[in-house]
């Protein structure tokens, strides 16, 4: 996949051939008229997306070391029936929850960037090029390109600078791009989803790439497909995330499925060859909500929404939250968390777990100790999606998406969690977050605590916005470097090389167990002073 102005700039050399050949071969004159017209709409939307590239370049230095990896292949042939321990991947929980081994790569090749000048970077997706293109023209060539493709990129935290990106493409229509993204929790491995037609026109492949990160190529393609309710039915991948439990065992998930009818979900197993260590299927958590699933902080449970169509349509908010014992498969439920379940986050002494109604546009705050709902709260913005807490988490940040609603949110509310667990008052709410923000929808906390920092994804815009947790003004845009939007993110400190590779924070909230500490003392000293 090539860059916007590129992807023009191919429309046109196309049309320039096609108006030789009409002039030397006796083409009507209508005919010829029609043609010279796009190839006019073409030269102009060149000229718009060079001049939008430039007012991104004079946003943020891409530098020398920001260079581009692009994977060309085919994927592999329809699925076939695999014995369990025949490919040394499959297994009874990659059976039972329907996930494939589809391709496995050569993923070796140079360093993506210079680790030990950018040692500390932040990944996220980049897919589809909603806003790259300005006016009628830009949008009429970006609809005849199509705007979907598959990439992510790298941004180093401190300069903010993009130092890496990577772009795979593949013999087929990409209908959907990467939403989420995640990374190992030694940072070894990346995980980037992806959907396509198939060549009959009518089956959709849904996929996810494991991926090398020091080289940004793929090493792994599976395919998901499992049995649901009569049929076989294939989810395209939404959110991942990674985490480390107390006894240093590492995983990460795989969370399948849009809207409110989520699911399976796959916890792999990163440093077992990135095996299926427990899937959790429609048997294990009914009926199954929205793909944003957070693990516990001592990595024992994962928070799974428990919904509906037919729930979030409810008069009642009859929704909940299944917790799912990572060891044993045990389910615990705990329900009134509204209409549809979305963001979910949690204290990092355990005690507290806060879940967003994404329909409801409400936080419910959930007892870890009694598995009940205490508390309430107005979200303070539409449509509500992912959240996030300060560094000593008297606040809440809720990303205003206008989920069910509009889908073009560009704000965050802010939530007091010091007092009576409602919107902040000591400032004018919203936070107008700017720029290209459209249906922005995870926040994450910048690991750097002193900064404070909330880093900001943009699902239908072309930046990466940063937010100050303190004054709560605008810090920052970082353009994405081909003109994508932006779902997923995953903090990641390399401080000493590749092989020290640590996940500090995600979109569940912090996964590293030292910056954990941190937190914990600053929430203590905080409820102390209040």
Known sequence: MRSGKARVAAVIAGLILVLSACTSGGVAQEDYDALQAELDAATTALATAEADLEAAQQQVSMGAEAELIVQVGELAAPIEPVAIGADGWTNEESVRGGLHLVATLDSSGPDAWDIAAHPRVYFTSESYASNFFSGDAGEAALEALGGNFIGWHVIDTTTREVVASALYEFEGDIVRGPHGVGVSPDGQWGYVGWSENAADGETRNNYVGIINVRTMKLDKILKQESYFQGGMRGQALHHIQGWTDADGNEYVILQWGFGANGGPHHILSPNDNNQVFRSITYDDVKPMGHPFTTPSPDGQWVYVSIGANWIRGNHAPAAGIAKVNVQTGEVIEIFETGHHPIGITHTQDGKWTYVVDGHGSHVYKIDNENHEVVDSSSAGVA???????????????????????????????????????????????????????????????????????????????????????????????????????????????????????????DMGGPKSKTLQADILARAAAAAADG
């Open 383 to 505: 449509g509500p999606y992912g959240i996030c807490l300060n560094a000593d988490e008297t606040r809440a940040f809720v990303v205003g998406k206008g989920e069910g609603s509009h889908n073009t949110g560009n704000n965050l509310g802010v939530i007091d969690l010091t007092d009576r667990f409602r919107p902040d008052r000591s400032f004018n709410q919203p936070i107008y977050l700017g720029g290209s923000a459209s249906s922005v929808d995870h926040c994450a906390l910048n690991p750097e605590l002193d900064a404070n920092e909330i880093w900001v994804s943009n699902m239908k815009g072309w930046e990466t916005i940063i937010v100050d947790s303190v004054t709560f003004e605008v810090l920052d845009y970082v353009p994405s470097p081909h003109g994508g939007d932006t779902h997923g993110m995953a903090f990641v400190w390399y401080d000493n090389g590749w092989d020290s590779g640590e996940l500090m924070v």
